[in-house]
């Protein structure tokens, strides 16, 4: 398929983001209009082709990789492993989940997103889980320096999650977003 990556820890990549963002919209779009279209499919056309995993089973499975490359116990990851069970939102219908939404993994030609990449964390699950690993400030190009101010260096999260809400007909809870947007910062931990 046509485009490129686009990296958004590149000032010249996160610039063009910002300026899609501040004229056609054109990434913005495609990017929150794709996940719709992930979170769109029906899970029984994926028995056998991915996981399934509901919440306990997602947490469960970060927190065994983590367990079992880390040298040391970690309190600040334990605490953290610990408040997300203890916040356990309220279920929603599984969906398939991509695991590594960005903009980092889709590949852009003219203005557009052309292709999704990078499907090996998919899953049958919450596709919250998406939304929470977008709003990551990591998803932003913020990880050892500054990055963009937009929600995955694509959009305003308030746009990105209306968007989002008007395309499925399901409200976007901001804590649940929150909420996997630190399961997803402890993937991120567990991976790296």
Do not use: Q
């Amino acid at each position: 398929l046509p485009g490129e990556t686009v990296n958004v820890w590149r000032p010249a990549d996160r610039a063009a983001l910002e300026a899609d963002w501040e004229g056609e919209r054109g990434v913005a779009e495609d990017f929150v209009d794709h996940l719709v279209a992930i979170h769109s499919v029906a899970p029984e056309k994926l028995e056998g082709v991915v996981p399934r995993r509901d919440f306990r089973a997602t947490v469960a499975r970060w927190r065994g990789i983590y367990e079992e490359v880390r040298l040391v116990p970690d309190s600040v990851v334990e605490e953290a492993y610990a408040w997300i069970l203890d916040n356990e939102p309220a279920p929603v219908p599984p969906r398939l989940v991509h695991g590594d939404y960005r903009i980092g993994n889709c590949l852009v030609d003219r203005g557009r997103v052309s292709a999704i990449l990078d499907w090996e964390l998919a899953t049958v699950g919450d596709p919250r889980f998406d939304l929470g690993y977008m709003a990551l400030e990591y998803s932003s190009g913020r990880f050892v320096g500054p990055g963009s101010r937009l929600t995955g260096a694509v959009a305003e999260r308030d746009w990105l999650e209306r968007r989002y809400a008007a395309a499925t007909g399901e409200p976007v809870d901001r804590s649940v977003v929150d909420l996997y947007a630190a399961m997803g910062a402890l993937m991120l931990f567990s991976i790296m």
